[in-house]
């Protein structure tokens, strides 16, 4: 089925561990998207890539960094992990900003002890 | 800056009555807003979105209104069933960029 997948579905760190999420889109959509989710807080902005090549910071960039790596795949890297990270994370990609609405990855769920 | 506010956060109704769940914005300079489902567990599924130019979009027995002088955004379920039982978010995207703002959501139960 077309759409947005994410890997790994869960996962626990613990406390300085490092780890990748895997985004992968087949829709041919241009712009993606990292948010995480916190109970009560809605979903806030990590990074996005308006188009392939592109990278740029979202509301909460710090502690994270992204990887555009075509233009299916968007990875997100935590470096050193810490508990303010645990959190569920979501890709969501986008034909064009603007007239499109977005689709959704179905989330990592991610605790760092 | 933009800030996206639903209430209630919760909702309890029984099945069959017409619900309105609401959704307001602090910047009126808004590009489109888009109403999500989600699910326990899953991410979300996009509902209906409204172009800044548009009042409303309807789907099905679900009808999204804008109203960007006041800042408000309205989700109107018709004859309300156990299965519309998620939580539903609102979000503002802003003219010149990629940014989208959501709102924390209204986590909606319906009675059978």
């Known amino acids: 089925n077309a759409g947005v997948t994410q890997t790994p579905k869960f996962q626990v760190l613990k406390t300085g561990q490092s780890m990748t999420l895997q985004c992968a889109q087949d829709m041919n959509h241009n712009s993606m998207y990292w948010y995480r989710q916190d109970p009560g807080m809605g979903l806030r902005l990590i990074y996005y890539?308006?188009?392939?090549?592109?990278?740029d910071k979202g509301e909460v960039p710090n502690g994270y960094n992204v990887s555009r790596l075509n233009k299916r795949e968007f990875s997100l890297r935590l470096e050193s992990a810490a508990p303010s990270q645990t959190s569920v994370y979501f890709c969501?990609?986008?034909?064009?900003?603007?007239?499109?609405?977005?689709?959704f990855g179905s989330g990592t769920r991610l605790t760092v002890v | 800056k933009q800030e996206v506010t639903q209430i209630p956060a919760a909702l309890s109704v029984p099945e069959g009555e017409n619900l309105v769940l609401n959704c307001s914005f602090t910047?009126?300079?808004?590009?489109?807003l888009q109403w999500f489902r989600q699910d326990p567990g899953k991410g979300l599924t996009s509902l209906l979105l409204i172009q800044s130019s548009q009042r409303e979009q309807t789907s099905g027995r679900l009808n999204a209104s804008l109203d960007k002088s006041s800042g408000r955004s309205t989700l109107y379920i018709a004859a309300s069933q156990p299965g519309d039982s998620a939580t539903y978010l609102c979000a503002a995207s802003n003219t010149g960029g990629f940014k989208t703002i959501f709102g924390a959501g209204t986590r909606l139960f319906v009675k059978a």
């Open positions: 910047d009126s300079a808004i590009y489109n």
């Open positions: 890539s308006a188009s392939e090549g592109t990278t």
């Open positions: 969501a990609s986008i034909k064009d900003f603007g007239g499109y609405g977005y689709t």
